[in-house]
């Protein structure tokens, strides 16, 4: 270790820990900075590396970004579908959902406000969007999955649009997301949805 207190590659042993410290700096950088301002040099720094240590993780700021968009995404809807699956009706197991959100945007604030910027920052620079591919319209398939079970076991009316449906519960969920990643306050999120549980 030099005088920087900073290290270079790490043993192979701790190369998984790195690499989520790695994950989780990047995306509390691109969730408070924006892809832009954000520098592998920076995310070094907060992860008390050398900015050439990144290198043995990811071969460039857009791949990083891929990494942490990939990883974020896998982290939330893996996690959906476990709160889902605890329930057996589709307004239980949409709420479960919901509250599962709350828990990982309390537990990191920095989730919801990755996931909130990918659609700016996709516009902003089309050459991340194709980095993303492997967990692209995951969103759009748990919600349609959801509704899916729920017109299987009989709970739906039979006019009921079901993408239309998925297309509103997913909605609602994005939009509590980002209310509460700008207004800072998860405490919001939570009143949120125990308002809504009111209306079932």
Same mark, same amino acid.
Request: aromatic share 8%; glycine share 8%.
């Given at each position: ?5 900073? &290290? ?32 592998? =040099?920076? $995310?070094?720094?907060? #992860? ?12 460039? =700021? /857009?791949?990083?970004?891929? @990494? ?28 479960? &959902? ?16 990755? $996931?909130?910027? +990918?659609?700016?920052?996709? !516009? ?10 492997? !967990?692209?319209?995951?969103? !759009? ?18 006019? +009921? ?9 997913? /909605?609602?969920?994005?939009?509590? @997301? ?14 949120? #949805? ?7």
């Amino acid at each position: 270790m030099g005088t920087s207190g900073r &290290v270079g590659r790490p043993p192979a042993g701790n190369s998984d820990e790195t690499r989520s410290q790695i994950l989780r700096a990047a995306r509390e950088r691109f969730a408070r900075d924006g892809y832009r301002a954000t520098t592998n =040099k920076l $995310i070094a720094a907060d #992860v008390g590396i050398t900015p050439t240590a990144i290198y043995h993780y990811v071969d460039s =700021k /857009a791949a990083l970004y891929a @990494a942490v968009y990939c990883d974020t995404i896998d982290r939330v809807y893996s996690g959906f579908e476990e709160a889902a699956a605890a329930e057996s009706h589709l307004l239980a197991r949409y709420t479960a &959902v919901l509250r599962r959100a709350n828990e990982l945007q309390v537990a990191d604030p920095s989730i919801a406000g990755f $996931i909130v910027a +990918v659609a700016q920052e996709t !516009q902003r620079h089309p050459d991340l969007l194709a980095l993303l591919t492997p !967990q692209r319209g995951r969103h !759009q398939r748990f919600f349609a999955g959801l509704v899916a079970d729920a017109a299987a076991a009989g709970e739906l009316q039979a006019d +009921v649009d079901e993408g239309a449906l998925a297309d509103l519960l997913g /909605a609602v969920l994005t939009g509590l @997301a980002r209310m509460t990643s700008v207004a800072g306050d998860p405490s919001r999120y939570t009143a949120a #949805v125990d308002a809504l549980e009111r209306f079932f």
